[in-house]
Antibody
Framework: QVQLQESGPGLVKPSQTLSLTCTVS??????????WSWIRQHPGKGLEWIGY???????YYNPSLKSRVTISVDTSKNQFSLKLTSVTAADTAVYYC??????????????WGQGILVTVSS | DIQMTQSPSSLSASVGDRVTITCRAS??????LNWYQQKPGKAPKLLIY???SLQSGVPSRFSGSGSGTDFTLTISTLQPEDFAAYYC??????????FGQGTKLEIK
């Protein structure tokens, strides 16, 4: 059973960098056929795709966040991470890490982390 | 960008009812459509992928249909544990996946 667990600070100051790590257990992050993704949900709102990375280092980001986002994979630790720079209050959200299956008829998330609330405030 | 529009935004129903939620894409997405269920304070859970394929472990009362621009999620006989929010998601326009705005299913 694959499990994902987010970790990182729950409070970040405006203009600073939000850094989160997702630890994957029960499966190898180096396995082909998957993308490692970050998705966020503003309080009481819907879901927003941030981006994803393959184990080989191919990265794709939401254009609305692209200038501020970096997602990287560390195969030695079976982890992947999110960095979001120059945060504002609008970046306050629950952040989920997720495994995306590269499916035959499109991609879908089959495993999610539990989510971590990150608040941007001074 | 492909926009996904769900209807209704909220829905009240009773245990035992048959419920249908609709998702419409702003352009054809073939069958590249997934459905998720989210309960308060929890991560979303995959129900249906590729428009109509039931994810392993998901009860058979959930079904999906559609192709092109119009899709539906049907719950054949509502159970108490089904009251939650439901989201559609397209993966046709990789890498920019987009979600619908969600449908909140509440107890009548």
């Amino acid at each position: 059973q694959v499990q994902l667990q987010e970790s990182g600070p729950g409070l970040v100051k405006p203009s600073q960098t939000l850094s989160l790590t997702c630890t994957v257990s029960g499966g190898s992050i180096s396995s082909g056929g998957y993308y490692w993704s970050w998705i966020r949900q503003h309080p009481g709102k819907g879901l927003e795709w941030i981006g994803y990375s393959s184990h080989s280092g191919n990265n794709y980001y939401n254009p609305s966040l692209k200038s501020r986002v970096t997602i990287s994979v560390d195969t030695s630790k079976n982890q992947f991470s999110l960095k979001l720079t120059s945060v504002t209050a609008a970046d306050t959200a629950v952040y989920y890490c997720a495994r995306v299956v590269d499916g035959g008829y499109g991609d879908y998330v089959d495993y999610w982390g539990q989510g971590i609330l990150v608040t941007v405030s001074s | 960008d492909i926009q996904m529009t769900q209807s209704p935004s909220s829905l009240s129903a009773s245990v035992g009812d048959r419920v249908t939620i609709t998702c419409r894409a702003s352009q054809s997405i073939n069958r590249y459509l997934n459905w998720y269920q989210q309960k308060p304070g929890k991560a979303p859970k995959l129900l249906i992928y590729a428009a109509s394929s039931l994810q392993s472990g998901v009860p058979s009362r959930f079904s999906g249909s559609g192709s092109g621009t119009d899709f539906t999620l049907t719950i054949s006989t509502l159970q108490p544990e089904d009251f939650a929010a439901y989201y559609c998601q397209q993966s046709f326009s990789t890498p920019l996946y987009t979600f619908g705005q969600g449908t909140k299913l509440e107890i009548k």
